[in-house]
């Protein structure tokens, strides 16, 4: 019973971090996305507040747990803000 309970546990971990690890390249793609439209137009103050706004949720989910144990794993990063 123990083994078995065991080995519920390890896959609800791993689906969690799995889950966790989705929303990470998710925003990640996000901020991507984001930057590849300001660099379009650097001018434009929208494009810039969109493109902080993901940076700003992305570097927050980077910063919460297990999002902290994971990213260094996964070669995460955080991304710098557009000044």
């Keep these: 019973m123990q083994v078995l309970l065991t080995i519920v546990l390890i896959a609800a971990a791993g689906a969690w971090a799995a889950a966790v690890y989705r929303r ?3 925003l990640r793609a996000q901020v991507k996305l984001a930057w590849k439209k300001l660099q379009a137009d650097q001018s434009n103050d929208a494009v810039k507040t969109v ?3 993901h940076v700003v949720l992305y570097n927050n989910a980077l910063d ?3 999002a902290y144990l ?3 794993l996964a070669g ?3 991304a710098n803000p557009f000044k």
Excluded: D
């Design 24 to 26: 990470l390249i998710y």
């Design 51 to 53: 493109y902080n706004k």
């Design 64 to 66: 919460s747990f297990p």
């Design 70 to 72: 994971i990213a260094p």
């Design 76 to 78: 995460l990063k955080p």
